[in-house]
């Protein structure tokens, strides 16, 4: 009867982190570039059970091992392609197919994200709305218009004509300003992308199951391409969230309701001892 208690206790505790891991991704329906989260559970086997597997003593043909009840096994990410949706903003950047934009933090280490939403801080650097830099960064004069990049991720710009440069020009010759190159961004891709850790703020960190980063330029050794004045859409599917948000919650409450059977029945059998 204990052992039925902590099952339907693991259940109770597997539900609630999952009811929190949809509201998470419901949350994030409007977050650039996030992917939606899927959380998976496994058996909590017996002790029995576990001793005679490792003895090599697997359970007969159409017998069931004992179980002790649920518990959080990982939680999976779909990496599929958000929408894209214009923006007309120069600084917004999409990646279509494979990659990551590498963000260096405060703390000196190298991050990863797909939100493409950038700045520019004090001394015309690329950065992210949180102040962090954006590798490798981008040479951008001042004042520019009409960015451009191209497929292999060389950004242009349009640039202000210096007051010597229009002394030199001829009369009848344009002056609205010199396309300069500034330079490339930078995309990185992973062996398994699904291993990679969250530390939030849409950032991702390396892991030992992400395997090394492996760095390049858009169009090259399988990364996608990156579109200024887009960004990536979230792809949670609030239908798809909002049925697994149901199914959650009904589980939680079966299991609210077998611990206060099972917890009801020993409180009779007691009195009746």
Same mark, same amino acid.
């Given at each position: 009867?204990?052992?039925?208690?902590? !099952?339907?206790? !693991?259940? @109770?505790?597997?539900?609630?982190?999952?009811?929190?891991?949809?509201?998470?991704?419901?949350?994030?329906?409007?977050?650039?570039?996030?992917?939606?989260?899927?959380?998976?559970?496994? +058996?909590?086997?017996?002790?029995? #059970?576990?001793?005679?597997?490792?003895?090599?003593?697997?359970?007969?043909?159409? #017998?069931?091992?004992?179980?002790?009840?649920?518990?959080?096994?990982?939680?999976?990410?779909?990496?599929?392609?958000?929408?894209?949706?214009?923006?007309? /903003?120069?600084?917004?950047?999409?990646?279509?197919?494979?990659? =990551?934009?590498?963000?260096?933090? +405060? *703390?000196?280490?190298?991050? =990863?994200?797909?939100?493409?939403?950038?700045?520019?801080?004090?001394?015309?650097?690329?950065? *992210?709305? &949180?102040?962090?830099?954006?590798?490798?960064?981008?040479?951008?004069?001042?004042?520019?218009?009409?960015? /451009?990049?191209?497929? +292999?991720?060389?950004?242009?710009? $349009?640039?202000?004509?210096?007051q010597e440069e229009l002394d030199a020009l001829p009369p009848d010759?344009?002056?609205?300003?010199? /396309?300069?190159?500034?330079?490339?961004? %930078?995309?990185?891709?992973?062996?398994?992308?699904? %291993?990679?850790? &969250?530390?939030?703020?849409?950032?991702?960190?390396?892991?030992?199951?992400?395997?090394?980063?492996?760095? %390049?330029?858009?169009?090259? +050794?399988?990364?996608? #391409?990156?579109?200024?004045?887009?960004?990536? !859409? !979230?792809?949670?599917?609030?239908?798809?969230? $909002?049925?697994?948000?149901?199914?959650?919650? /009904?589980? =939680?409450?079966?299991? @609210?309701?077998? =611990?206060?059977?099972? #917890?009801? $029945?020993?409180?009779?059998?007691?009195?009746?001892?």
């Amino acid at each position: 009867m204990t052992f039925s208690l902590d !099952s339907a206790k !693991s259940g @109770i505790s597997a539900q609630q982190r999952n009811l929190e891991l949809i509201a998470n991704n419901l949350a994030n329906v409007n977050t650039t570039g996030y992917k939606a989260a899927q959380m998976h559970f496994q +058996d909590i086997l017996d002790a029995s #059970e576990i001793l005679d597997v490792l003895n090599g003593q697997a359970p007969a043909d159409g #017998e069931l091992s004992a179980s002790s009840g649920v518990q959080v096994a990982g939680v999976s990410r779909d990496l599929a392609q958000g929408a894209l949706r214009p923006t007309d /903003r120069q600084l917004d950047f999409a990646i279509v197919g494979t990659g =990551y934009f590498r963000i260096r933090l +405060d *703390t000196g280490a190298t991050a =990863y994200s797909r939100d493409g939403v950038f700045a520019l801080d004090g001394d015309n650097n690329l950065v *992210t709305l &949180s102040g962090d830099f954006v590798e490798p960064g981008l040479d951008l004069p001042i004042d520019f218009s009409e960015m /451009r990049i191209s497929a +292999d991720g060389t950004v242009t710009v $349009m640039r202000p004509q210096t007051q010597e440069e229009l002394d030199a020009l001829p009369p009848d010759a344009p002056r609205d300003g010199i /396309r300069v190159d500034v330079g490339r961004i %930078g995309l990185t891709r992973f062996v398994n992308p699904g %291993g990679l850790e &969250s530390i939030g703020e849409n950032l991702f960190q390396v892991t030992p199951e992400s395997q090394e980063p492996i760095d %390049g330029f858009p169009g090259e +050794d399988g990364l996608g #391409e990156v579109l200024s004045g887009w960004l990536e !859409s !979230s792809n949670v599917d609030i239908a798809t969230e $909002m049925t697994s948000l149901v199914l959650a919650q /009904r589980a =939680y409450q079966l299991n @609210i309701v077998a =611990y206060q059977t099972l #917890e009801q $029945m020993l409180t009779d059998a007691n009195q009746l001892v």
